[in-house]
Every structure is written in structure tokens, then in C-alpha cells.
């Protein structure tokens, strides 16, 4: 019997073009695809001549519905997943899916492709060594603002999708929160007819977009500068020691947050102190 394999295929974001011809290659040999709408996904297809039996698939999909996507995997089958642009699981559905078949011992293959984040962070012109993904902020005007609230002291480079509908809201609610100073690039409509990629302070970008409604359509990421507050920060020589030998084995973020159980001090500071040695180190 032939091996179990569930492809995640990445699709392009808006211009056809941007299709690997890997990605092309594994949807045309597959045994089904795996799709979050085939009315989308088959536009896709059919420019590329492929005619592959579809299914829809969406991380709320019914026990039914995905057990028949695993069974299918079970018995030897191919399947590739595709969302309705980009690469799936970010932000699009798949997660459910792929934890299962791995759970089950399915071989989990990527091929990569277009993603709206990475495109996005690679023209902002903002620090991308470090970057925190939100996604989707809660549509709700008090969960939104709970949650920008929880990243106004974050250093990282802060990373969103927004849709149409919201983007007022949400910039308008950055700006309340990071402060209207905050420097930021919003990248709308990336790869089609109409891609802008505008960057500048909340106050400017929140005038901007209010002044132009042609600038409130289509798809957006979001992309604010971290947190640059200087902090002034005395640690004692042990406590130095503790969360430098930490950093040689965890990221900066996880070494922080241990080190601040083993001595007490605050975790920001300590992270704070793990990122300016670093800078200052590679200048």
C-alpha cells in the first residue's frame, strides 16, 4: 500500500503568477483536495488544469467530514490541503486536520508558497529579526482593545490581519493604545491590481485611510513597530549570570519568563536586559 501523505499546498495571494510549480505538481497527484471553498479554490484549479475530486474542509467542519478526510489517508491515499489563498494554518483553517493525521501517523509534507505575513514584513521596512503574529484581532470593541492593551510594552515587531470592514476600528484603537506617535505600515490588496504598502505614524496612517475609502478595501496586514521605551534596568551580578546561562539554551522570551521564577524579578526587565546585550553584542 502506497504511503499516507497530507500535503499543506500553498496558494497564491492574489496574483496567479506566484504559484510554485511544485505546488502544481502535488495537486495534480494527489487523490483529493482538501478545500476551504471550492467555489474559490476551483477558479484556481481550473486555471491550472487541474481536475481533482474536492472536499470542503474548515477547522468547524463535522466529525464526519474530517474523519473522511483521515480515513481516506488511512487506507494509503493522498491528500492536499489548500485554503483560499496563502499558506493554510496561518490564520486559515488546518490545524485540526493536521494534528489529527499527525496523532495518526500521517506523514504531514509542506510545500511552501506565498504567505500575506512574510510578503508583507519583507517590504515594511520594520525590524524583522524579532516579529510577534496576532492575526485577526476580536472583532468586539472591548476584547480588541484588551488585547492591544497586552501587547503595548511588546519590543517585537507586531504583526495583524485585518479586513475591510474593521480596519478603521482597529487603527483607531492602535492608535488609542500604542499611542498616536507609534510608527506602523498597513500593506493592502499585496500582489493584485490595486497593492499599496503605506507606512508612517497611527495618527497619519488612521487620517490616511479615513480620508481615502478606496484605502478601507480589500485585504490588510498590519504592521506596528515594537515598543521602544527605554528601560532602565539594575540586576544584580547573580541574577545576570542566571538569565544569561538560561539564554544559551531557550529563546530570549522563555529564559526571561524562567529566570523570573527563579529570582523574582520581573520578567520584562529580564527580557529587556536579554534583548538591548544582544543588540549591543552584534553592534
Not at 30 to 39: G, K, N, P, T
Not at 49 to 77: C, F, M, T, W
Not at 120 to 138: H, K, M, N, W, Y
Amino acid at each position: 500500500m502506497a504511503e499516507a501523505v497530507l500535503f499543506i499546498v500553498a496558494t497564491p495571494i492574489g496574483n496567479l503568477g506566484d504559484m510554485v510549480p511544485r505546488a502544481v505538481e502535488v495537486l495534480q497527484s494527489v487523490d483529493l483536495i482538501a478545500v476551504e471553498d471550492s467555489r474559490h479554490s476551483g477558479k484556481l484549479l481550473s486555471h491550472f488544469h487541474i481536475k481533482k475530486p474536492l472536499v470542503a474542509y474548515h477547522d468547524h467542519s463535522d466529525e464526519r467530514r474530517v474523519n473522511g478526510i483521515l480515513n481516506k489517508l488511512q487506507q494509503g491515499g493522498s491528500v492536499a490541503l489548500i485554503s483560499d489563498a496563502g499558506t493554510p494554518l496561518i490564520s486559515d483553517p488546518g490545524y485540526r486536520l493536521v494534528k489529527l493525521a499527525r496523532e495518526q501517523g500521517v506523514k504531514v509534507v509542506p510545500i511552501p508558497g506565498a504567505c500575506a505575513m512574510t510578503a508583507a514584513l519583507s517590504v515594511a521596512g520594520l525590524p524583522t529579526d524579532r516579529f510577534i503574529f496576532e492575526g485577526f484581532l476580536p472583532s468586539k470593541a472591548g476584547a480588541r482593545k484588551k488585547q492591544l492593551e497586552g501587547l503595548k510594552k511588546e519590543c517585537r515587531t507586531l504583526v495583524f490581519y485585518e479586513s475591510p470592514h474593521r480596519i478603521v476600528d482597529s487603527l483607531q484603537d492602535m492608535r488609542e493604545v500604542f499611542g498616536t506617535d507609534r510608527n506602523a505600515v498597513i500593506a493592502r490588496e499585496l500582489t493584485k491590481t490595486f497593492e499599496t504598502v503605506k507606512n508612517g505614524s497611527l495618527q497619519l496612517l488612521c487620517e490616511w485611510v479615513l480620508a481615502d475609502t478606496n484605502q478601507q478595501r480589500g485585504e490588510f496586514v498590519v504592521m506596528v513597530a515594537g515598543d521602544d521605551t527605554k528601560v532602565d534596568i539594575e540586576l544584580s551580578e547573580d541574577v545576570m549570570r542566571i538569565v544569561e546561562i538560561l539564554a544559551e539554551e531557550l529563546a530570549p522570551k522563555q529564559a526571561a519568563a524562567l529566570a523570573a521564577k527563579i529570582t523574582g524579578v520581573k520578567k520584562r526587565e529580564l527580557y529587556q536586559f536579554l534583548v538591548t546585550d544582544s543588540s549591543e553584542n552584534n553592534n
